[in-house]
């Protein structure tokens, strides 16, 4: 569910906002704004994404702590140590348990002063390996392109966001497309990426249908039910918690298919959060400190999403969420169930399922190194 927009009308809900909840859970936050400079270049491309808009400035809400006596999961009882957690879009209902985190004060409970930020232009990815965010978001398989290098990007996935994708093909109801033999002959939007189109004619194949029919056309698509309905495309590729979501809430009718119930090998992960290798190495305790008060957050998100919500839309300094609440209830609501799903804990990461994905891209001749096995822990997870 990497997918933004659908602005749609807006009722304004009667429940707790998300200042109330602060208020009663901590007393005294601040948020700052700060500039952040990306010197680093890198040749490698970027993910593209099915929705939310990528904005260039930051999105900060440091907090301010007060001297903490030491307890389980803090690092330090002195000065709160500075994290810099770089997004990959703007903020959305992936990021929930961020900002939980760190509007009720767990991150500085555990010693951490930590800074949320939008990506530079490069990417997430390219910001953290560079040293300049010890933390980011990406998913599994657009990290292959920064692993699958003779020397690869110092980033490691530490913990999985959702444990299982939740990415398909949404398409109008009624347009034979509840399955991938159904996109021949059909218009399919694309981000032409390799991983992308290969996923796309492997899932025709497995259900007995002709790639070479699919009509591609470019994807520049912002709201994906709505170019549905407006029969801009027959077809696109979306994450379910937030574009499908979406199709209910402005009540487009649409038929949908998941890649996971077409293959096992594309249950990968996304989104993941990834970190810098030298910052793992350094510092492993406050790294673990990091993910305690994260998994805390998203826990939080799991038992009170409406709450949670409400958290997210207000630490959301980009507004690309304001006139989109009810679509943000929704999506939290559905996701909130996904964080975990079947997994026995947040955050954990299933090696055969990591592996299968990454030797599929093998078999597939879609990256030059065997990456099996490469690319993720879970030794600091809680």
Known sequence: MRNKEGKCAIRRSSAQSGGEVR????????????NLEVVMEYGLETKKCDGWRRTRFLAAAALAGTTLLAAPGVVQAGTPEKITFCLDWTPNTNH??????????????AGLDVEIVQPPENGAVLMCAA???Q???????????????????GITAVAALIQHNTSGILSRAGDGIDTPKG????????WESPIELKMVEYVMEQ?????????????DITDEPAALAAHQTDSVWVFYGWSGINAGVEGVDCDY????????ELDYYTPVIVANDDFLEQSPETAKAFLEATKRGYEYAIEHPKEAADLLIEGDTTRSLDGSQDLVYASQEWLSERYVDDAQRWGVFDEDRWNAFYGWLSENELTSHDLTGKGFTNDFLP
Do not use: C, H
């Open 183 to 190: 996109l021949e002959g059909k218009v399919y939007s694309t």
């Open 23 to 34: 208020n009663k859970e901590k007393e005294r936050q601040r948020g700052t704004e700060t």
């Open 96 to 109: 929930t348990g961020l900002f939980a985190a760190q509007a009720l004060g767990y991150y500085e409970e």
């Open 257 to 264: 298919f998941s890649f996971r119930d077409i293959s096992p």
């Open 131 to 133: 040293g300049q965010a």
């Open 135 to 153: 933390f980011a978001v990406d998913a599994q398989d657009t990290m292959a392109a920064a692993l699958d290098q003779d020397e690869p990007l």
């Open 207 to 219: 259900d007995g249908g002709d790639f070479s029919t699919l009509k591609l056309i470019p994807n």
